[in-house]
């Protein structure tokens, strides 16, 4: 390789690099709104008070919002029973534990750990008597089940406090052969309130019980209620056979409420399920779907805060084969709303997806319905609900994801209906496509084969003009060359144009289709993950480039695509110009590289390019050696420039003309340049 191919080579690699990494970084978070800045209060939804140690006499000094008051030092503010404000500027610390004394500066005071008790009349008013507060021990759970889904609701707040699928399972409990459920999240992971202005104040339902009104075999009812005639009341119906919930939210009463303010505020940390961490984060967010507009979404594995713009008709955090979505036909409000995605370290959670949507209630209108859904990314359920939902499903977009949606899907999925194992089913799909392109195949083999027929003559015609000065006369008499042999060096790339949707659609459809999930295929267990024959632990430089196990599928993958690389490089001519990089070179590097990019993958997605280079390397082959005699071109194409030569004023083509005329300018060019 020549100093400028490697330079070549090296700039095209900080390309790739440059694009990764702007990807990568978080987009700025645009302003909220008056109404967005509830989500500072949001933040500590489930905070409780901490005791603080007041010496005797003493009480702490609260500031607004009920929080002990500090100086500009940061020192907590005390006042005696004078109402006289009082900073103790040296640390209280214990002096003995016999009689539990301690000092503050150079007075011995009795310790006493803050026992006044919040007003809880004046700081919740008419809600008072259901604050949790009052006792913090009466949380109940109740269950709504059925054969999809199993559902914790919590008196505390009446949120949704747990959510588990009854068909699906986590890899680990697959792997070990165990009949549990999948959690999409639980009770330390959700946080679910309404959020409304009475008074002046902000309350949060996160702060009350609720009591249960109705519960039977499909829906529960509960209600928080300050009277007979003042309640918000929370509505659960679960049918069978259903992996949405109708839920409804009903405000009675409450004169003094700012209907308007009030806003339905969903906070969860989605539990892992897959066999990598890393796969599941990458592809986790939040979607949303205005009413008149298309989905959007939040870029994959950012960490981002995003204000909504318009009536948004639903709002889903999603991972890559589970998600929940929240629905409503009228819209929530665009105004105030926002979504926001939050990456988390803990193991125990996959990402902290978040959402504060507006329900635009009114004095007339008190009531909102919404469906919410928990379950698979499955393309036919999710577009069974005429929602767009199947858009979260990462397909590609445009053209990849129209092939994907109208060819690979539906041939997949008749497949997948008759019986046909997964593996399988990715073979006679894999073979059903090389069929239907072969003619491509085809044209592409010809094309190359011509090419080859003419490469000493071209090799000629490059001898004949090696001056730079020469390239039009060498670009011509090249064109003159293929033209009257009729040979095309371009008539090879439209047929590989026509099969790049389908390979570049299949790399999105492949680790997407849940169909894949927990599918086993030869030595592979889970055809959704990697396929790992060798694996080790710990770090090491092998390891942040490569990974920690070794994929038989991406081995073979890169393997053929090695063999078929070298077995078509005669094919491939190497550009003339100076500084052009060796494509042959290029060609040869690729495959290795996608050892380290596909490692992690889908082994489905590397079974399925394994099996396409390997029939396309059998295409190729049968080709050759059955149905394309190359002396037997050659002459044809002999013959064709014989009698192209022996024609007299045959017409030349436009594009001739033009280079014709290009050249004859650039040759003026050169006699000017001379006589200076």
Known sequence: ?????????????????????????????????DKSDKKKKVEVVDEEPKATIVPEGYVVKEDSTGAASKDTAGNIVYVDSLGNDTIFTEKITPIAEANDTIKAGNDTLQPKVAEKKPDLNEKYGILAPKAVEGDPSKVEFFTLENDKLKLQISNKGGKIAQVDLK???????YDKGNEATLTFTDDNGTKQALFFDMNNKEYSTSKFYFEKVKQTDTE???RLSASATDYIEYSYILEEGKYDIDYTIRVKGFDQMDKSSVALYNDMKIKPSEKSMTEERRMSTVFFKYNEDSYDYIWENQEKIFKLEDKTQ?????????????????????E???????????????????????????????????????????????????YEMEDVINYGWGLFRWVNIYLIQPIFTLLANMGMGIGIAIFVITLLIKLLLSPVSFKMYVSSAKMRILKPKIDEINAKYPKKEDQMKKQMETMQLQRESGANMFSGCIPMLLQMPILIAAFRFFPSTIALRQQKFLWADDLSTYDAIVSWTGDSFITSIYGNHVSLFTLLMAGTTLFYTWYNSSNVTQPSQPGMPNMKVMMYIFPVMMIFWFNGYSSGLSYYYFISTLMSILIMMAIKKIFVDEEKLKAKMEALQANAGKKDGKKKSKFQERLEQMQKIQQEKQKQNRKK
């Open 1 to 33: 390789m020549d100093r400028n191919s490697l330079i070549g080579l090296l700039l095209i690699g900080a390309v790739l690099i440059g694009f990764s990494v702007f990807n990568s970084q978080n987009i700025e978070a645009p302003e909220k709104s």
């Open 220 to 222: 529960l009812v509960l």
């Open 167 to 173: 068909e699906y399972k986590t890899y680990q409990d």
């Open 314 to 334: 639903w709002v889903a955090f999603k991972k890559n084969y589970f998600s929940t979505f929240l629905i409503s036909d009228d819209g929530f409000e665009g």
């Open 336 to 386: 105030g709303s926002y979504i926001e995605t939050t990456k988390l370290e803990d193991e125990d959670y996959v990402i902290e997806c978040s959402s504060l949507l507006f329900l635009g209630l009114s004095d007339s209108k008190t009531e909102k319905n919404i469906k919410w859904f928990f379950g698979p990314n499955d393309y036919d359920l999710l577009a069974s609900y005429d």
